[in-house]
């Protein structure tokens, strides 16, 4: 896919049929936020709320995730949220391969327009198809920076697992710091 303008990335993502997520979908959750963001979140898809509303992290986890940036000092606006996938995958399960390999150029592209500094994968499904496939589980490289293509990466834990398991919110947080400290130190 070559690189697209904003408005056509939307429009071809709101009308896409690559997949068969595209037929059980309400909405499609293209992603939002700040344009020329240094930071980018990614998550791995849409939930009930984020396809009903048809924007992502708006449910439960996505209030959580606003908490944690106003803990270190950002606001939901000043960055760019995305998903691997911009279809909910029925029942909140994770996106096969294929689902994700079809929606990859459109994140792609959103990176391409948004052109963060940092990307900051939340849950194992984006640190697998933005940092390295390799890994299963999000534990080994929680919370370390990567260089990818001129961009710094990292993975920590999705806010849907911490709103399973809040015992987690500690290490993200101090993630969410490093974010904020690395943010601060780029031009």
Known sequence: MSLMNLKDLIDTCMSCQKCDLASSRKNVAFGEGNLRAKIMLIGEGPGAQED??????VGRAGKLLDKMLMEVGLKREEVYIANVVKCRPPGNRVPSQQEADDCLPYLRNQ?????????????????????????????????????RKGYKLMATYHPAALLRDPKKLDVVMEDFRSMKNLSDSIE
Do not use: E, H
């Open 111 to 147: 990176v391409a327009i948004v052109r963060p500094r940092i990307i900051v994968c939340l849950g194992a499904t984006a640190m697998n198809y933005c940092i390295d496939r390799s890994y299963k589980a999000i534990g080994p490289i929680r919370g370390k920076w990567f260089d």
């Open 52 to 57: 009903a509303q048809g924007r992502p992290f």
